[in-house]
């Protein structure tokens, strides 16, 4: 069985247990090496915490480091939040690799060890029941974007016609501007509907083959990014021997539709652990 | 997660090479938005979902529910 590592940190008052993830206590996990994880920066050695039939995954972090406030600061710093959130992810999935692996929130805290085995001990039926049920099974991401406008100039406004020296513009110059302008607003919108329509029928298809699925919320383009935008954002568990299956339709739906769709994954399913 | 899969570039049996390739932004979709499955000692409000929301309005200057940024293809009218 496992015994704490040794902490690079005195165990004293001021260190809190940070817990990763809960798996089932099985000979696999209870001996996997887990100290070569780097864990949440400033912490102790990553290490495993025995409770019963389940085991968590945890690390002993300074207190201080992880108050409310220190984490309010962080969450709003982009470079922050992503040091924090890969170094979670990567313990989560390490944990992930010897059976399945209850992934818990970013940031979930206990005074001790004690007290986060209480709390193992006593949700020790929903964590079963999670880990029944993503067993084998692994969550997938898919974004489906909306098309890239088909010609550019068509777009655009076109060059105004006539002199800049006239005072008054041509008859019917107004009418004939808005006309483009409703046109090009059409257009955007009908490019629109049909990439719903699209992104509709791809789910459909997917939660057919999906043992579960949920929608993400959808993100605007990423400032800085390539501008591109999705219209579904949306995550599926997927029974590990249908991987490929699900890889092949994206891949057909993608070539049927015109449409660009990507997948991301295999993720630890940390959208489906929720509802149980 | 053992099976040699190589559909995506991130995804690899190595727990150490795992985390690098992920879009950040898929990421905090579920390490941030995930359902709360137990809840902890401290810092109960960093898993409430309305902090976070907040938060990653803030980081992401523009995430919404459905609505993508006007400007998002072909500038503002």
């Known amino acids: 069985m496992t015994h704490p590592a040794p902490r690079d940190r005195a165990p004293d008052a001021a260190g809190v247990t940070y817990v990763f993830a809960v798996c089932r206590g099985t000979r696999a996990v209870n001996t996997a090496d887990v100290t070569g994880l780097a864990g949440m920066p400033g912490g102790a050695a990553v290490r495993l915490l025995p409770s ?6 945890v690390q002993t972090v300074p207190a201080d480091d992880f ?3 220190v984490w309010q600061a962080r969450l709003s710093d982009p470079q922050e939040i992503e040091r924090y959130a890969r170094a979670h992810h990567e313990v989560v999935s390490a944990a992930a690799v010897h059976g399945p692996a209850v992934p818990l929130p970013l940031a979930t805290l206990y005074h001790d060890d004690d007290r986060a085995r209480r709390a193992l001990d006593g949700e020790a039926h929903r964590f079963h029941g999670v880990l029944k049920r993503i067993a084998h099974h692994a969550e997938w991401g898919v974004k489906v974007y909306e098309p890239e406008p088909p010609a550019a100039q068509e777009e655009r406004e076109p060059a105004p016609v006539g002199d800049g020296g006239r005072e008054a513009p041509a008859p019917g110059a107004g009418l004939a501007y808005l006309n483009r302008k409703r046109g090009v607003q059409e257009r955007r919108e009908r490019r629109r509907e049909q990439a719903l329509s699209v992104a509709e029928s791809v789910d459909a298809q997917l939660r057919a083959l999906a043992a579960a699925s949920r929608r993400l919320r959808t993100h605007a383009a990423v400032p800085g990014g390539d501008g ?3 219209v579904l954002n949306a995550t599926y568990l997927v029974a590990d021997q249908r991987a490929e299956e699900l890889a092949a339709l994206v891949r057909a ?3 049927r539709t015109g449409t660009r769709i990507e997948l ?3 993720w630890v399913p940390y959208s489906f652990v929720g509802e149980v | 997660m053992d099976a040699e899969r190589a559909v995506v570039p991130w995804d690899s049996p190595e727990p150490l090479s ?3 390739g992920v879009p950040l932004v898929d990421l905090l979709d579920r390490v941030l938005a995930t359902g709360v499955v137990v809840s ?3 810092v109960i409000a960093i898993a409430d979902v309305p ?6 309005h803030a980081l992401l200057s523009s995430v919404s529910e459905r609505v993508p940024a006007p400007w998002a293809d072909g500038g503002p009218l």
Not at chain 1, 52 to 57: D, H, I, S
């Open chain 1, 228 to 230: 591109r935008v999705h």
């Open chain 1, 264 to 266: 991301t994954g295999p």
């Open chain 2, 18 to 20: 795992g985390p690098i």
């Open chain 1, 67 to 69: 108050t409310d406030e």
């Open chain 1, 253 to 255: 739906l993608g070539e």
């Open chain 2, 40 to 42: 902890g000692d401290l």
């Open chain 2, 51 to 56: 902090l976070v929301r907040v938060s990653l």
């Open chain 1, 52 to 57: 019963g039939p389940l085991t968590a995954v």
